[in-house]
């Protein structure tokens, strides 16, 4: 859950000594959205709960002068492992932060959280919905977010665009196979509402990733 923290709160003298000490995986630093700005991401481990979960949360600083302030935050993020990366899943003008973990109870797949900076508020803003997306892509021509699931080895394709720092589900692709044939629908989200614009049936075997 996010907490909105007074702009002028300071980091702590143990905030301060790991932004010093760089530890990995607990702390990026850099000037990456602006020249004559700096931030700092700090990642802390909280506990584990009875199911061996780690939950881990996010601070976001800026300096100002030679003071830190803490924009904003984030607790209580379950994980397993802690792997971090900047990337692009956005139209925005800045790097994006992505935090991928391997949740514990649900076969080995990564969940990742996407942070995204908001020039406005000047805040590192999580794009609620993200984690539950498996096998992520971004097309910068088109600004779709597509996600791959599988389903009995046949994949499924769902498109998004992040709007207004939203994550907005615009469309679909679904496959499905009996013994002998496969079977595709493709569909808008329009105002909320599923439209599907094509059907398809091909006899196997098909290449369904290639459909």
């Known amino acids: 859950m996010a907490q909105q ?3 002028q709160h300071l980091l702590t003298y143990a905030d301060s000594n790991l932004i010093k000490q760089e530890k990995p995986y607990q702390f990026h630093f850099g000037q990456f959205f602006k020249n004559d700005t700096v931030y700092a991401i700090l990642l802390d481990t909280l506990r584990r709960d009875n199911q061996n979960v780690t939950l881990f949360g996010l601070k976001f600083f800026e300096k100002v002068g030679n003071k830190w302030l803490r924009r904003n935050e984030y607790d209580s993020l379950p994980t397993w492992g802690i792997h971090t990366r900047f990337c692009n899943f956005s139209k925005y003008n800045y790097m994006d932060y992505l935090v991928s ?24 803003l999580q794009i609620k919905g993200f984690e539950n997306l498996p096998n992520t892509t971004y097309n910068r021509k088109n600004g779709l977010i597509t996600s791959i699931g599988l389903v009995s080895g046949v994949p499924s394709f769902e498109y998004f665009k992040i709007e207004d720092f939203r994550l907005i589900q615009v469309g679909g692709k679904e496959m499905w196979a009996d013994n002998s044939y496969g079977y595709l629908t493709e569909y808008k989200i329009i105002s909320g509402r599923k439209i599907i614009y094509k059907k398809e049936k091909r006899k196997l075997p098909i290449d369904f990733y290639k459909w």
Not at 106 to 114: D, I, K, R, S
């Open 5 to 7: 923290v007074n702009s």
């Open 101 to 124: 973990a391997d949740i514990a109870g649900t076969g080995g797949n990564e969940t990742e959280y996407l942070f995204i900076f908001d020039k406005k508020t000047r805040s590192l």
